[in-house]
């Protein structure tokens, strides 16, 4: 077994490697770019190197200078995380001719996968079922629209050389195949420096099921069961699970099995995914398969109670596999949601800042959170927005489904906008809970999925006043910062009081606070509560009318987060009255969403424009986001041009409305 290993990555993955290592007694060396210098798996490993600047291109995708810090620290093997360079063969191809093992598949296994296309060509040469599309090398703009018309509509655009959902579009009809063959090509070739395309007949209702595969060096090959990954959001998954629901064993066996058939066909060694669509009728076709280690492996080992980081390991240490496929055996269900730092009521844009509040459920046989992040980490827009995979077991899937509700609840997080309560919208949903999976699971049930969630917004405000008043409890509290010290608060001859000026979102509240002892009277919007509260630490135990609750309740600067269930209230609490100028009116002024860079400007001044035209096409984060006239009008200006940085809030077009 190797004696020190570099991991080649950052976030959970890199965490998830040097626990397994160390476990193995086997001492651990961290890359980092500038971005990462203080994070999580940089304090964990054993010792840890500088790479260079935040942008990938500068840090994590330099194989030169991983290669050099393997050497220099004397690590006898690199472990490629997902990601980056994981499926890179010319890194992995370096990494031989530098004498330092690469912990995943034989370069030639690689490049045969590493193109969407080729593998469609092995994999039909040795029997497995493939989808109907066009994998061929001319990519001309006639042969695509040619094939294109051959294969029909509904069909998918997708990067020959991608992964992660980018590059991919689906087209509906012959008008759309030439806009979104546009920008497909253009993602492909900002994420993987390739912008081949191949086309597949689009399935309409397919599920998503993988197989977990793994190959050594003495003719041993097997299959770890499946993972259903059908719930979705622009390709990219959501929620995963093992087993699939409704999955009968021989389907599992003939799945398996063709799985099995692919890994050989290319020689395979070490952990695969071998990915299909299965269809209503039973019937299942080759995707793609992926030549590492899954973000959705977890549910695996929980199902299985393997370690398949260590199996990677062994195996790339010249070991056996550790069980044969008699030996395999599954137990209880398991299911993982990605947590994202992202707005899913703005179409899943992702979000940055500081993680001023994390709290995480509680570690058990039943919950696991694998994590790179700790409390106040940044989100930057440098990487992808994942905070943590949350991750339960039970021993059947109805259970699961309800421990899985609790651990969201127990989820906290402030700072940033993230996807936890649309993670509770999507598990607690009545057709998941039924196993009604097919990968447009999210688009089909949209109107109960971003239903407006229970407004608790009255009782969010009165616990942020009883958080107020606990924490500078009166009349001992003497500090400045305290509300009793203010005199407006006062009346001669009256119980002590104080008005509490409260603002959520862009409602403004006064709440009128008497207090004694731990009793308080508040009252809001005309009606009084007698109420109780005391604080330990981030948690308030509250009585309201006689309603006993207790809730986490955090502060930073002067927003004091509230968290009733799922749901977060951001309130800002402030303890002086500011007069506040109206600002410009700037209705007509369209405005970047978020840190990026502006990949194309489809309008210029004086042109005249229809609602939902695009007028200019930016990307962040590895994706592509359209901003568009939100009425007919007239562009005045355009401030920038392709391939210009631009920061969140950032003014991109003048716009004037027509009038009405």
């Known amino acids: 077994m190797f004696r020190k290993i570099l991991i080649a990555n950052r976030g959970e993955i890199a965490c998830r490697v040097i626990d397994t290592a160390h476990k193995l007694g086997i001492r651990c060396v961290a890359v980092y770019s500038e971005a990462d210098a203080n994070a999580r798996h940089v304090r964990l490993a054993d010792e840890a190197f500088l790479l260079g600047p935040a942008a990938s291109k500068d840090s994590y995708l330099r194989a030169d200078k991983i290669l050099a810090i393997a050497k220099q620290s004397g690590a006898e093997a690199i472990h490629p995380g997902y990601g980056f360079l994981s499926e890179n063969e010319d890194f992995a191809r370096a990494c031989a001719e530098a004498g330092v093992v690469f912990i995943g598949p034989p370069v030639p296994a690689i490049e045969a996968m590493g193109s969407k296309s080729a593998a469609k060509k092995i994999m039909q040469h040795a029997g497995v079922p493939l989808v109907p599309g066009y994998h061929g090398d001319d990519q001309s703009d006639a042969t695509l629209a040619a094939e294109s018309a051959k294969i029909g509509y509904p069909q998918l655009l997708k990067a020959a050389y991608g992964g992660g959902g980018k590059g991919m579009r689906v087209v509906w009809n012959a008008d759309e195949f030439a806009p ?14 390739n912008d081949k395309m191949l086309l597949e007949r689009y399935l309409t209702k397919p599920r998503h099921v993988e197989i977990q595969v793994f190959a050594d060096n003495h003719g041993n090959a097997v299959y770890l069961a499946e993972r259903d ?28 099995e063709a799985a ?15 990915e299909f669509l299965f269809d209503e009728d039973g019937s299942f076709y080759f995707m793609e398969m992926n030549t590492r280690l899954q973000v959705e492996h977890p549910v695996t080992e929980m199902i299985t109670g393997q370690d398949l980081v260590q199996w990677q390991l062994l195996v790339a240490a010249g070991e056996k596999l550790p069980l044969s496929q008699q030996q395999i055996q599954l137990d209880g269900h398991a299911i993982e949601v990605r947590v994202y730092a992202e707005d899913p009521d703005n179409d899943f844009l992702p979000a940055t800042g500081k993680l001023t509040y994390l709290r995480q459920p509680e570690h058990s046989r039943h919950v696991r959170v694998d994590t790179g992040v700790v409390e106040h980490d940044e989100v930057t827009p440098y990487y992808d927005p994942m905070i943590a995979k949350l991750i339960v077991w039970d021993e059947s899937r109805d259970r699961a489904i309800s421990r899985m509700l609790r651990a969201l609840d127990d989820y906290r997080i402030a700072g940033v906008t993230t996807n936890l309560g649309f993670l509770t919208s999507l598990v607690e949903h009545p057709a998941f809970k039924a196993a009604e999976l097919d990968t447009n699971f999210i688009n089909k049930h949209q109107a109960s ?8 917004q009255s009782q969010a405000l009165l616990l942020a006043a009883l958080y107020i008043v606990s924490k500078q409890q009166a009349p001992s509290c003497q500090t400045a910062s305290s509300p009793w010290q203010f005199s407006h608060g006062w009346r001669l001859n009256e119980t ?24 308080y009277s508040l009252t809001l919007n005309g009606q009084t509560l007698d109420c109780q509260a005391s604080l330990n630490g981030d948690e308030l135990s509250a009585i309201l009318a006689g309603h006993r609750m207790k809730m986490r309740v955090s502060q930073y600067q002067d927003t004091i ?6 749901q977060r209230y951001d309130i ?18 369209l405005t970047a969403p978020m840190n990026g860079t502006i990949v194309a400007v489809l309008c210029q001044p004086e042109q005249q424009v229809q609602a939902g035209e695009t007028l200019v096409i930016m990307e962040a984060m590895k994706m592509e986001y359209a901003i568009k006239a939100p009425k007919a009008g007239t562009v005045n200006a355009v401030f920038y041009a392709a391939g210009d940085l ?10 004037s409305p027509e009038e009405a």
């Open 180 to 193: 979104a063959l546009a920008s497909a090509r253009r993602e492909a070739k900002a994420s993987f420096g």
């Open 229 to 256: 990954c059908s719930i979705q959001r622009r390709h990219q998954k959501v929620i995963e699970e093992a087993p699939a629901p409704n999955f009968t064993p021989a389907q599992r066996q003939a799945m398996g």
């Open 260 to 274: 099995v058939k692919a890994a050989q066909a290319i020689d395979y060694r070490g952990a695969g995914t071998v």
């Open 449 to 456: 999925l971003f239903a407006p969630a229970h407004n608790q």
């Open 496 to 519: 002590p009081s104080l008005n509490l000026e409260l603002k959520l979102g862009d409602d403004k509240q006064l709440i009128n606070v008497a207090a004694q002892q731990q009793h």
């Open 561 to 566: 987060s509230v968290f009733i269930k799922h």
């Open 572 to 589: 800002v609490y402030q303890t002086e009255v500011a007069t506040v100028t109206d600002a410009a009116d700037n209705a007509g002024s």
């Open 646 to 655: 631009v920061k969140d809030g950032a003014q991109l077009v003048d716009f």
